[in-house]
């Protein structure tokens, strides 16, 4: 294997635009409501109980650890673990948001069901708004075990960013190279705008400390090498090719040999690609595209490259903003009018000012500065764009109405000028009252 595999890899992921599908990514928090603590990975009430209930319902098994079952499939969807037991549904690939959106919901319901039969709570917030690190119980998955010893290395904040973070993201199809480039650049541009919007984590350990998104804050300080904006991937003269080479130089996590991960974070993947980490073991090793995708999947930047492109950097929120996430951006991506002309007018941005941005939104949200004014009205217009694109895209509910109405909780937010994040600041009387959320049926 050589980087011209490595390039022909995303080449041919292209799909024919009829082929368009649209994957949405979810994950939240579940607690007890008694002491109000994450709910443990074993025991009477646990992760492992919960996935016992889902087996019932026509899930299936999934991925082993240790013994331990760690993931379960169905119909193309999958419930996954993230290392500090944040339970996240990775969606059937749907048509369209009203099948998205369907498909949460149907998922949310059915963890209510056990839930409420064990006093358990489920919140979707950016970041754990009570707990300590110390008192999280890490999943028993052998990737995180590498991981856990590895972010204190590179970042104050990575560990964090594995137990305590909740997200929101959607995966798009490109149908050639120039498409992916515009899709991709024009994310990258944009992308502080619509994690403003979402900003939803104001709490660190019951604490209000200033900032909208803890989440957003967090993923600051976890690894530069594999996170953030790249200011490659703003540049209208961005290819496929020069996110091969951003990709081939970040250190790679593990490889996945004969069943057994092995620690892999003292060498790039370009290093062990080209056999020159003096290590025998992996340099006699011959790397596959699987590795590559495993690779890829440990890049962790606001907007990143698989067999499609994904857009990451929302907070988690309530069901109505789960669904507007994916909505707000197939409205985006999968118009044609849309996409050339945030390209066009978005091409004299420079990287200092969409960097200057993005280091503002964890703080201020809404009330952030681009180019110094203030983003609100920026992120109205977009809004704008994206609900003309799902007009044009016209997908229609069987009541007759089209993907627009999943918009609805982010015109209400833009209309009030207040971020998800502003809004649970005044409901718990900035923190004053935070508890009193678990008294709610979801949050």
Not at 205 to 230: M, P, V
Request: aromatic fraction near 12%; hydrophobic fraction near 35%; proline fraction near 2%.
């Amino acid at each position: 294997m050589d980087k011209n595999n490595l390039i022909n890899f995303f080449i041919d992921s292209a799909k024919e635009e009829n082929e368009f599908g649209i994957g949405t990514e979810h994950e939240k928090f579940i607690f007890t409501l008694n002491d109000k603590k994450r709910i443990p990975f074993k025991g009477k009430v646990s992760i492992e109980t919960l996935f016992t209930f889902l087996l019932t319902r026509g899930w299936m098994p999934g991925e082993l650890s240790e013994g331990n079952l760690i993931s379960l499939n169905r119909d193309g969807a999958s419930v996954t673990l993230e290392p500090g037991g944040q339970l996240e549904l990775s969606g059937k690939i749907q048509k369209n948001i009203h099948q998205t959106c369907h498909e949460m919901h149907f998922h949310l319901e059915e963890l209510k069901i056990y839930l409420n039969e064990n006093d358990l709570f489920m919140i979707g917030l950016g970041f754990d708004p009570i707990t300590k690190i110390q008192d999280i119980e890490w999943i028993p998955k052998e990737r995180y075990s590498i991981m856990k010893s590895y972010m204190p290395t590179v970042g104050n904040r990575g560990l964090d960013m594995m137990t305590r973070t909740c997200t929101v993201q959607a995966n798009f199809d490109y149908k050639s190279e120039t498409d992916l480039i515009r899709k991709f650049v024009v994310a990258n541009r944009i992308q502080s705008f619509v994690m403003a919007m979402f900003s939803n984590s104001p709490f660190r350990e019951k604490i209000n400390n200033g900032y909208l998104s803890n989440r957003i804050l967090t993923w600051s300080d976890t690894d530069q090498a594999r996170c953030g904006i790249k200011e490659i991937f703003t540049n209208k003269n961005f290819s496929i090719e020069q996110y091969v080479d951003f990709a081939l130089d970040v250190p790679s996590y593990f490889l996945k040999i004969n069943n057994e991960y092995i620690d892999s974070t003292k060498f790039t993947f370009n290093q062990i690609l080209n056999g020159q980490t003096n290590d025998k073991f992996i340099d006699n090793y011959q790397l596959s595209l699987n590795d590559w995708v495993n690779h890829l999947s440990t890049i962790f930047t606001e907007v990143r490259l698989k067999s499609y492109i994904e857009v990451r950097g929302a907070d988690a929120g309530k069901w109505s903003m789960i669904c507007a996430l994916p909505a707000f951006w197939a409205g985006i991506f999968y118009d044609e009018e849309n996409l050339n002309l945030l390209w066009h007018e978005t091409e004299n941005w420079s990287y200092a000012d969409i960097m200057s941005l993005y280091a503002d939104i964890s703080k201020n949200g809404l009330k952030a500065k681009f180019q110094g004014n203030a983003i609100h009205q920026y992120c109205q217009y977009l809004l704008e764009l994206s609900s003309k694109g799902l007009e044009r895209r016209a997908f229609y509910n069987k009541s007759g109405q089209d993907e627009q109405i999943h918009l609805k909780a982010l015109k209400i937010i833009l209309n009030d000028k207040k971020t998800p994040a502003d809004i649970l600041l005044e409901e718990t009387n900035n923190g004053n009252n935070l508890i009193e959320l678990f008294d709610k049926p979801y949050y």
